[in-house]
């Protein structure tokens, strides 16, 4: 996947089309038309979030390289958190509750999903423990430490029957210098 674009700060035209989406949907219009629309270049996971306190919307730029259904989607997601807030007044309410769904179809959203998590996978964790055999030279790499004693696969099959054997023993290595060619996954 491409690096999405980076961007950061107010988005003035989300902020205007979101005044009307929440004022469509029934949203008294001073709240509406005090939302700001705000991007957080800090976020990592998360899709959006929403202030009731401040009225202010912040979003993931990670959702401009998912497409604009995407960032209008999220931004639907958030307003109906604000919407369900200002209809609850001073009552408190479950974040993803009945309340929030009901503003969820108000705004064009019903069955939305009650999570804020982007919805792309993580990125897969690196390894980051290199192990060497000590007869052959062949480095395999893992995400998590090798905490069993673990044996040349290739060296024990040519040289000791198949059978574990120490003298093959994989030994921790420092991993290569970053922008050298990479050994093969183990
Ligand atoms: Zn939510
Ligand atoms: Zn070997």
């Given amino acids: 996947m491409p690096l999405p674009p980076r961007r950061s700060g ?3 035209g989300l902020t205007m089309m979101v005044h009307e989406w929440l004022i469509q949907a029934g949203a008294p219009a001073t709240g509406a038309r005090q939302t700001n629309v705000v991007w957080n270049a800090r976020m990592r996971t998360t899709a959006g979030t929403a202030q009731p306190g401040t009225s202010r919307i912040e979003l993931n730029p990670a959702l401009l390289g998912l497409g604009e259904a995407e960032v209008h989607r999220t931004l639907r997601h958030e307003a109906a958190h604000l919407l369900a807030h200002w209809r609850a007044g001073r009552r408190r309410i479950p974040t993803h509750g009945t309340e929030w ?11 939305e999903r009650a999570t804020h998590t982007l919805p792309f996978p993580r990125r897969k964790m690196a390894p980051k423990y290199f192990y060497q055999c000590p007869a052959c030279r062949l480095t395999v790499r893992r995400v998590r430490r090798i905490t069993r004693a673990t044996a040349c696969l290739r060296c024990c099959q040519a040289h000791s029957g198949g059978h574990f054997d120490s003298r093959f023993q994989f030994r921790r ?3 290569p210098a970053a922008g050298s060619a990479q050994p093969p996954a183990g």
């Avoid at 009901?102 to 019903?110: E, F, H, S, T």
């Fill in 173 to 175: 290595i420092p991993p």
């Fill in 10 to 12: 107010l988005d003035e």
């Fill in 101 to 111: 769904r009901q503003a969820c179809v108000d705004l064009g959203i019903p069955g």
